[in-house]
């Protein structure tokens, strides 16, 4: 039996360790947020918030999960509250279709966390998760915005 | 369920501005309520005005037609609130498919165009899904301004699909299949022409409801029609200082029939046409619900992971299950055998051989697949590689065999051997894979009582389709539900993921979900053509260019865009050998890499007579003319406009201060026309050492008059990004008759770090009809930089992709 917490609530699971953590979110937990996009931790589709550092779930087993603590893009705002780096990301109109953004989003969330003020080559260096809609120029803006937004709601 | 239907509906003529054409609508307007008589308070918190306006395609429908009014709309109690849905009768479905799916139908399900709450929120309807293309907000945006609607207080939802069988001598929809059409809009997303098609139909939807509206306040307030004004969804009496809100209205106008003359707004009066919107539903996307096809599911199913046959054409033979069905949650093992639309030639893959693991999860069917031992039958390609097919195009071009002259002007011949200079080159570029980020899914449940589908699907009518070819049923039987595609590019809109999920349940009788891994993706899609193109150019004394001669190996090309009739001497070769690849449409089909090479080849000609890229193709489209286009998409190509695209590009981009530029920086220039628009980059680079630094991109568009600006933009944007990263890097190879990639890891795609810093997009004002804006600016992106590159370091790149010629 593994025990963990997904967005604070206490959780466990006795299936098949083998079980990548993207999978029993999607399919066990009912947390569809996470997407799938390759299954070996190329295009950050299906990045979390694993013990406060961005992780891909998608190579991450179960049995590995023991006495973690995971965010997942459902318990990322505050409520009705969102985090600066969704906040950003509606400012910003940076979504196309939008698939590729909750990992995005997650991975971004992590960096500020890190690195308050990340400079272009910073991103260059810590953002690398895909998106075939190529909404790039604005995720690079959408990051500079959050950081920003994320000062003032500090101050 | 308990309700009264009770519906209203007249035949209204309304004239377009401008158009001309007469279109008739027909508007369902009813009160809900579990009893008439006796209005509750519940009753006036829930009264639903849903506005219904039936699109003809093409010209007027008089309206006695096979449908009958009274069964659009079905009221009734769900979950305590009073409703009203559209059933699907009224979307030409049989009856009992309409009663089986009123079951299913709620008050949160959006029947059709308008929805108005008591609260003043207005629902509208997309009649096209959203797949990052924005349609889900520039077409509610045009219903939105026809209605003066609070766009702030607007909430979109997809209209569902509507399909209707056409009556004998019937015109339909290049949609339209075996007899069965669109009903009430152009419900397809692809070709760029959701807003094109559907500019005029959304608008009048809204005139028709707001007309409604005004009238109602007009007797309410007993104060003539223009006496009253809308805006932000309340109707205004100036003179008294009074204003109603829409949603005050519902009863009165639900009352009204729509006998009268209703006029669009004059564009110079629109607001919400024109202006900047972020996304409609960018909450959803940025807090992670399930929108998306992949996420969908229908209780009781079972999940299928399949593991296809890697060979071109090929299909199982015999397969050993048994480790397979060891894998705890591991139900069933099923073959499923080849089947293509048309076999041989250009056909479409409606079932990939393969062989399915059906489980009780998802991961079980991965564990389950990945323990099968399957023997295929490798089909006639299994030789194949990515250098064989080149070799055989190469000796098609060679020996000029199994060509076809699809397009011939003047005497090319003549024209080359009286030219001054003639020019000659050969471009080549790979095979691209779509690759959307949403891997392929479709949950389908095929019980006779059932006959749904959930998928992420570019023509929701295929779906239909797909099931009745599958199960023998009427497409009018299946209840289609499309969920946002995670991207679509083209790949979404043939059947085969879906077929998959159908017959899987079709064969067990319950419901089924397909999964695609990415492995499965990339290895089985329908791939962008790669080829080898060979072109030459005859220059007369002057500097013009007399004669253009384009031989073309590959499947599928767009060959009549530029320079076809504008050089007099032309002449289109194509050349198709067989090939087992399996090709389709990828963001601008045939426009892509026709584009690449034209632009390209172009500024080779002016590097060759010594002048400017720019001062060549302005000479070439000046004076403008409009030349009727005989490519799809579009009736005309108006050189002024590609022109003018140029032009604005140029000064925005300081096209004159090229020659300044330091050492080791380029800039480069090239546009191109899509499906009706017309788009123009300039793209600047850095190259040291080898290494490629793309430094900024700076695009002009003319899309018409644009509905969203932010939407357009995001649209070039992304456009250019797609393009820069297929130039780059991506390449699919073939050894032994499969695909090499499998994966991200291999199939290298663009990250941030290598996308430009730095786009500007720059509209033209146009008073034109929109066109689109999804794939009209990667044909022209990936010249302007290969045309930068060149100016950088003198090396011309002919083949694609770039990858690391620049290091040689
Ligand atoms: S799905 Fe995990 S990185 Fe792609
Ligand atoms: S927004 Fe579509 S993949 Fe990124």
Redesign the pocket.
Known sequence: MVKFTINQKEMSFDGDPETPL?WYLREEAGLKGT?????????????VHFNGRAF????LPMSAVDGADILTIEGLADGDELHPVQQAWIEEDAPQCGYCQA?QIMATADLLSRNPVPSDEDIDANITNLCRCGSYYRIRKAIHRAAEIKREREA | MQGVSTAFGALLMSRGAGGGAVRSFALSCCLSGADRSRPTDALRQKLILIGYATFQMGERDDMTGSYDRRNFLKIGMVGGSLTATLTLAGCGRTESAASRSAATLTGEQLSVFVRINSDNSIVIGAPTMEMGQGTFTSMPMMIAEELDADWSRTTVELMPLGLKKLKPGEEGSDAAKNGYDYAYAYQGAGGSQSVRRNYMTLREAGAVVRSRLVRAAASRLGVPLSALRTQDSYVFHDAEDRSIPYGDLIEDAAALSDDVAVTLKNPADFKIIGSSSPIKGAREIVTGEPVFGIDQEIPGMVHAVLARCPYFEGTPVSFDATAARDVPGVIDVIQIDRKWSEPGGDSEVMLHGAVAVVAESLWAAIKGRRALTVEWDQGEFAEDSTESINAKLQSMLDNDEGGSEVRVDGDVTAALSAAETVIEAEYGFSVWTHACMEPHSAVADMREDRRKVIASHQFPERIAHCVAEITGCDPLDVAVETARLGGGFGRKFPPDYISEAVWLSHELKRPVKVTWMREDDIRHDAYNRGGVSRLRAGVDGEGRITAWDHAIGGHGFHIHVFPAGIVPNFRARNYRPRNGMWFGAWRGPGHNTMGFMIQSFLDETATELGVDPLDLRLQMLEPAQRIPYQGWGAEFYDTGRDAAVLKLVADKADWAGRDALPDGYGRGIASHFTFGSYCAHVVDVKVEDGALEILRVVSAIDCGRAVNRLGVMAQIEGGAMDGISAALHQAIHVQNGQVVEKN?DTYRMMRIDEAPKDIEVHIVESEEHPTGTGELSLPPVIPALTNAIFHATGKRIRNLPIADQLRA
């Open positions: 993207l997407k799938f996009g390759c299954g070996i931790a190329q295009c950050g589709a299906c990045t891909r779930s998608c190579i990992g | 991200f």
